[in-house]
């Protein structure tokens, strides 16, 4: 498996925060909201067989009981990639999932330091293990999304400011906020351009 290269230094829950976005395509794909994400280091412990992956109680306590997502990193908090990344091209990285165990408390601790709890890797529930077509669809699903999304603010704006307060306009558009603008000549409108007349003639049109 490669490793990116290192990056500048910076904490370690900071660099968990941007590791998350790098998955936020598959996260919302799964309609997965506020999900509690982790990197963890697989190494392996002694005295046991297979890999390892260490949790401070408060890590898992913060959970709050919810399944825990995991990527691979090395020391540097590196995503570990697989073999076929650099030949497509694309940071394919592993995204994985481990079950919250109520029980979490009764796992082997870490000769070095015993109030880290050993989790086995073997535990993990693989996620999301993407092919370069499948990151593509997801970026690309993200990035549509984003741009309709910016659309439709863009719109809503550019009605507020193109009307202009000398046009009228059809009765059927009219809003319940717009009439009571209207019947109390306050600017509480949703359309700017009514807000400007009334601001404009603070008197009122019948005085």
């Known amino acids: 498996m490669s490793i990116m290269s ?79 990344a650099d030949e497509i091209g694309h940071p ?19 000769p070095k330091d015993a109030r880290i709890i050993m989790v086995p890797v073997s535990e993990l529930v ?17 990035q549509f999304e984003n741009e309709i999304s910016e659309t439709k603010s863009t719109l809503k704006e550019e009605f507020d400011t193109i009307m202009d307060p000398e046009q009228d306009m059809s009765l059927d558009q009219m809003t319940v906020r717009d009439k009571m603008a209207i019947e109390h000549w306050v600017p509480c409108s949703c359309k700017k351009w009514l807000n400007s007349i009334i601001l404009k003639y603070p008197e009122g049109c019948h005085s």
């Not at 993407?130 to 997801?138: G, H, K, M, S, V």
Request: net charge positive.
């Open 6 to 84: 290192e990056p500048k230094k910076t904490t370690w829950k900071t660099r968990c925060a941007e590791l998350q976005k790098d998955h936020e395509a598959w996260f919302k794909a799964n309609n997965i909201e506020n999900p509690y994400f982790d990197a963890k280091m697989f190494r392996w412990l002694k005295g046991h067989s297979g890999l390892y992956m260490g949790f401070y109680p408060e890590e898992i306590q913060g959970s709050k009981g919810r399944d825990i997502y995991i990527e691979s990193v090395n020391k540097f908090t590196v995503p570990e990639l697989r073999k076929d």
């Open 92 to 110: 394919l990285r592993t995204l994985y999932r481990w079950p919250y165990n109520k029980n979490w408390e009764t796992y082997d601790r870490d």
């Open 126 to 142: 693989t996620e999301f293990n993407p092919t370069a077509e499948r990151y593509i669809q997801l970026q690309t699903k993200i």
